[in-house]
Nanobody, 127 residues
């Protein structure tokens, strides 16, 4: 199981950015993929997750309406489209995998359920 994030960078408040999570070694559509972030001095928090086979997505309240998670099965890639970025969104963003075998269960934003993590990609929001 391997995931690798990309797409981070420096943007201004109000800008958009799309993060990518390239996945390999597992069935992407049956697994839960989560996006998490950690800002300096803060605990890591769940941002969004998706489990395609369960038609499940979830978002943290702080990003609802601004961030969108999506999946391209053909490319084994999960995306996090981030619009209207704020300074509070600045953090290292991680994608993580939760291998799931039971059908019908949603993804969940609890990071304790995700054993496989990427190295992270930095998002900086500054004027």
């Amino acid at each position: 199981v391997h995931v690798a994030e990309s797409g981070g960078g420096l943007v201004q408040p109000g800008d958009s950015l799309r993060l990518s999570c390239a996945a390999s070694g597992f069935a992407l559509e049956d697994s839960a993929i989560g996006w998490f972030r950690q800002a300096p001095g803060k605990e890591r928090e769940g941002v969004s997750c998706m489990r395609l086979s369960a038609d499940s997505t979830d978002y943290a309240e702080s990003v609802k309406g601004r961030f969108t998670i999506s999946m391209d099965n053909a490319k084994n890639t999960v995306y996090l489209q981030m619009n209207s970025l704020k300074s509070d969104d600045a953090a290292v963003y991680y994608c993580a995998v939760r291998i799931m075998t039971v059908s019908g269960i949603g993804c969940g934003l609890g990071q304790q359920w995700y054993p496989y993590w990427g190295q992270g990609t930095q998002v900086t929001v500054s004027a």
